[in-house]
């Protein structure tokens, strides 16, 4: 009797030993834990710095991840001082060249009135095309910079989504006109509202537009559709063009991407990445679809119900 009276008070000193000395491991391993757990949130916040560690193994994985964070911030700002000075070359460039863009663009009008005939009419006539393509370049470069680093502010309010419509059809309309292109806009009610920046929405939707002007076939017709869900209104771009394949819908938002299909037509490439940045500024999104039609859709925050047809 003694002798299992001896064996149960040793095994229950051996279980509460077991026990203590689990306990002190897991308060260890939560310090540990606790510990980069801190130096995580230090390095997401940017004010992580090496701390002096033991030379234990828990220590010297906290050490490998001190380096591994130290590396990684390290890395990120030189990523993000390479950012400011391409935003800073990019605005410096913009301004140089806003003078000397504006006198192309006034000498060749000037030179277009006086009516050159012959090579010296194309010419004139190729200067003002060329001084337009650079203009447009510039200002798409600078308001993308702008966009990234913050320094365009976006309002977005409550606004008639039918002036919206109205306007940028109106607006892409005179060049349509030259290549026999109808542009057709329709909403559900004339009341329709969303929560946007009008200008720089009807710049993005413009962009889209625009490329569909580009793209659509002589003759053809163009249509702009806002339709309203629970949470999002949606606006549509629908033309009839080459269309996109489907492995470069995800490359289209990308600066300056310009597929093989389309690279002998006008542009830079950047347009529809300023469309994108734009509307995502404001908590929307764009989603494309191609097939027999191209179809660009906007969602702009907020709800919406008859219909209106208009044609420009």
Known sequence: MDRL???VAGGLVIFLGGVFCFFLYWIRVSKTLHRMENMLEAAVSGNFSEEVFSESRLSALEA???QYLKGQAGREQKLKDEQKAVHAL?????HQTKTPVANLLLYSQLLEEEKLSGQAGELAAQILFQSE??????????KASSLERGALVLSPKRSPVRDLLEQTAMQAKPKAALRGIRIQWKIERPDDKAFFDQ???GEALWNILDNAVKYTCQGDTILLEGVSYEFFYRITVTDHGPGIREEEIPKIFQRFYRSRQVREVEGVGIGLYLAREIIGAQGGYIKVASGKETVFSLFLPRNGGGEILQNC
């Open 64 to 66: 490998r991840m001190g």
């Open 199 to 201: 200008r720089w929405t």
């Open 5 to 7: 009276l001896l064996l």
């Open 133 to 142: 393509k650079l203009r447009f370049l510039t200002d798409s470069l600078f």
């Open 90 to 94: 990019i605005s410096d460039i913009s």
